[in-house]
């Protein structure tokens, strides 16, 4: 099952919906199966899914994050240092690299890591190869 937040073009009207998969979206959007819950009309779009992390947060809150924050960052930073010691760094070739180990069995899987899209994870995930995204601070960052 997958949720999006679909929008009406015509009264601007936000609501929920399930499908079953993206497919179904697409196929009961062509049969103009679906309609705005409101004003029933059929021009329904779905919205691009926004993270979480980006969910109006009032200033308390903020604060609370940003100590939370600081604890893990010392647990990150050390996690990167052992990442960087036992893995490969392939840069924005993760999706790439990744495919090559999983279909090439010769190849020694060393673990590595890089760049890669949400899309490119979800992808990678359908296609049976496991990558995780983890949390990673810039070192310039201060
Ligand atoms: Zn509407």
Not at 35 to 52: D, G, L
Not at 59 to 76: A, F, P, R, S, W
Request: with cysteine.
């Amino acid at each position: 099952m997958i949720k999006y937040k679909l929008f009406c073009k015509n009264c601007d009207f936000k609501f929920d919906s399930w499908f079953a998969s993206s497919n179904e979206y697409e196929r009961l959007k062509k049969k103009k199966l679906l309609n705005c819950h409101k004003c029933n009309s059929f021009r329904v779009e779905k919205t691009i899914m926004a993270p979480q992390l980006i969910n109006n947060k009032s200033k308390g809150d903020e604060k609370i994050n940003l100590q939370k924050y600081n604890k893990v960052k010392k647990t990150i930073i050390d996690y990167q240092k052992f990442i960087k010691d036992n893995f490969k760094y392939v840069g924005d070739n993760f999706a790439y690299e990744a495919r090559s180990i999983h279909y090439n069995s010769k190849k020694k899987s060393k673990g590595i890591y890089g760049n890669a899209s949400k899309d490119d994870l979800k992808e990678l995930k359908e296609e049976g190869i496991d990558a995780q995204m983890i949390p990673w601070i810039d070192e310039n960052e201060n």
